[in-house]
């Protein structure tokens, strides 16, 4: 079946989250430790890869769209300075990624007003993650703290991608 | 009817993109020592398990309707989709794969509301057809796309009928009697010709003959006129599936036509209360005894959407032989075949040695071959010219033991129909 007729394509590659996007890793750059040139080449290309992929007549290149964003945050992040700012803004610019997601061109409008609740637990565990990092008295410990809690979701993830029922809701004895 | 659900939950590509640059991510803030990739991970790594648990907790359960509209070749479909709470229309993904032989004229259309999926289809029949539309596959996909279930989809197939329209009119043909028992009584049954029988409310498809104008008028709303119509015999419609030297694309194509027609065909007589059966003969008959009725249209489309090309032909005698088992003698048959060789050709004589009338009515295979030539055009048109002359003689030759009819403009057929309600030509073979 081919590719639905869902409205501009363009307006749909560079709408609204994708400006939020932007905005974030620009900023992002700005924020760390690469000249400022090299920083903003990266944010730039890695929103000019997801952008022309979207807006690519081949309907199978679209999917590969998200990697130029992700690689372009994972330098930014890497390069970014260790403080409690930076590191907020880098998981606030994940957020905006994963809004920008749902405003996939090949579905239909509406995506991001419905995505909101999903980006939900994602943002309290950001919160969750930088309140501890930052917040709390420890040098080298907060890293730790981080990681701890990463780790444990890392498991979390293997447990649900081993067994994804566990997720599904429980049948009834009247069902 | 419902579509089976087989897994009820699946983590899309995207999540697994997710989740490998959380890792990595992960990884490089424990070689780096800093917090901050670990903080850009944290969203990407949970994003994937909020996804499944924010909205429907199992497969989400979606009403399925839909509609055929559309003339001859082109087919409009129009379905409409209606999830259970809290599932959203625009988060359904749905796949309709077009039978075998139908095109796409347009990309798909897509619409939601707030309560439903509103999906439209523009399709293209090149040959005219009959094909059943299974219950589309509906999944539900987060509005990250990064999840999916498969959705439980509850509505009935859609049946595509396409073809010629002129078959409509064969219903009125007058055919021959079968069963001559001394004492039988004359079956009498509504139509639209014959004698006068009372007037009705008059139904929209209804022709202006059929009106009576002063009645109506008395009246204030349409009235028509029903008549008493003498049921004038049975009819049997044979497919020959045999394999030819065609090749499997062309019979296949072929039989599809025929299909089509016998459908027509059939629909047409039994509009008129006439009793129909079918047989196929390939490697060996498959008969549908005389019946009447809805019932008996829904067996015909069964059983002639379950039709395909015989792998193996069997000897024509076998057909005479074995039709004789189900269906009396000195009944009007319409034998569709494509005449495409000298087996089909001996099939008319065997039927007529056990006493059937057929009317041979036999696509041609001249179109088709055509179309997928690949010569030169002045070759083309050597070829086409010595094809034309040898599927004459091949007609020519059934033309000795009964009518035969070449079929070569698939969407008309108003000479095999006007030729059928000519009884005296039918009788004289002309």
New interface residues.
């Given amino acids: 079946m081919s590719a639905p007729e869902v409205g501009s394509r363009f307006g749909r590659a560079v709408g609204p989250t994708f400006a939020l996007l932007a905005a974030g890793l620009l900023g992002f750059a700005l924020l760390g430790t690469l000249p400022l040139f090299e920083g903003l080449l990266v944010a730039v290309a890695g929103l000019g890869f997801a952008a022309a992929l979207r807006q690519s007549g081949w309907r199978g290149l679209h999917a590969y769209a998200p990697v130029g964003p992700l690689v372009s945050l994972g330098i930014l992040a890497v390069a970014s300075t260790p403080s409690a700012i930076p590191a907020l803004y880098g998981g606030a610019t994940a957020l905006a990624f994963l809004l920008w997601l749902s405003e996939d061109p090949d579905r239909l409008a509406g995506g991001p007003g419905r995505a909101i609740g999903r980006l939900l637990l994602p943002g309290i565990g950001l919160a969750l993650a930088w309140t501890s990092s930052f917040l709390l008295p420890g040098g080298d410990a907060t890293v730790g703290i981080a990681a701890a809690l990463l780790g444990g979701v890392l498991v979390l993830v293997a447990l649900f991608l081993r067994a994804p029922e566990i997720l599904e809701r429980d049948a009834t004895a009247t069902s | 009817m419902s579509a089976p659900v087989r897994e009820?939950?699946?983590?899309r590509?995207?999540s697994y993109?997710?989740?490998g640059?959380a890792?990595?991510?992960?990884a490089?803030?424990?070689a780096?020592?800093?917090?901050?990739?670990?903080?850009?991970?944290?969203?990407?790594?949970?994003?994937?398990?909020?996804?499944?648990?924010?909205?429907a907790?199992?497969s989400p359960k979606v009403a399925a309707t839909g509609v055929v509209r559309g003339k001859e070749r082109s087919i409009e479909l129009t379905y409409h989709f209606t999830p259970e709470s809290p599932t959203?229309p625009?988060?359904l993904r749905v796949?309709?794969?077009p039978p075998s032989g139908i095109l796409?004229a347009a990309?798909?259309?897509?619409?939601?509301s707030a309560d439903t999926?509103q999906l439209d289809l523009s399709w293209h029949v090149p040959d005219p057809m009959v094909a059943l539309l299974p219950v589309p596959d509906v999944r539900w996909?987060?509005?990250?796309?990064l999840v999916e279930r498969e959705a439980e989809v509850t509505g009935e197939p859609l049946g595509i009928e396409r073809y010629p329209p002129e078959l409509r009119r064969a219903g009125v043909v007058r055919l021959d009697r079968t069963v001559a028992l001394p004492g039988e009584t004359r079956s009498r049954a509504i139509g639209a010709t014959g004698e006068f029988f009372g007037i009705r409310e008059a139904l929209l498809d209804d022709p202006p003959r059929q009106i009576n104008w002063k009645a109506s008028a008395r009246a204030g709303r349409r009235l028509a006129n029903e008549y008493a119509l003498d049921r004038t015999g049975d009819v049997l419609l044979l497919l020959d599936t045999r394999p030819t030297s065609l090749g499997p694309s062309v019979d296949a194509r072929l039989l599809g036509i025929s299909r089509a027609a016998a459908y027509g065909l059939a629909d047409a007589f039994l509009r008129e209360k006439t009793r129909v059966g079918v047989a196929v003969f390939g490697e060996f008959i498959t008969a549908l005894p005389l019946s009447t009725g809805r019932t008996q249209r829904i067996r015909i489309r069964d059983i002639l959407l379950a039709t395909s090309v015989a792998p193996v032909a069997a000897p024509a005698e076998r057909c005479g032989v074995a039709l004789r088992r189900y269906y009396s003698r000195g009944m009007t048959t319409i034998l569709l075949s494509p005449l495409a060789d000298a087996e089909s050709l001996l099939l008319v004589p065997h039927l007529r040695r056990r006493g059937f009338h057929p009317v041979v009515l036999s696509p041609s295979y001249l179109p088709l071959l055509a179309a997928s030539s690949d010569l030169v055009p002045e070759d083309e048109a050597l070829v086409g010219r010595i094809s034309r002359l040898l599927r004459r003689e091949q007609v020519a030759r059934a033309w000795k033991d009964a009518p035969a009819i070449d079929w070569e403009d698939y969407w008309s057929l108003g000479g095999f129909v006007d030729f059928l309600r000519r009884p005296t030509l039918r009788e004289r073979g002309i």
């Fill in positions: 009820p939950l699946r983590w590509p995207r993109l997710l989740l640059a890792a990595a991510l992960f490089l803030g424990i780096e020592r800093t917090p901050v990739p670990l903080l850009v991970a944290f969203p990407l790594l949970l994003a994937p398990i909020a996804a499944p648990l924010v909205g907790r199992g959203y625009a988060d796949t309709v794969a796409e990309p798909p259309r897509y619409s939601a999926l996909e987060d509005a990250l796309g």
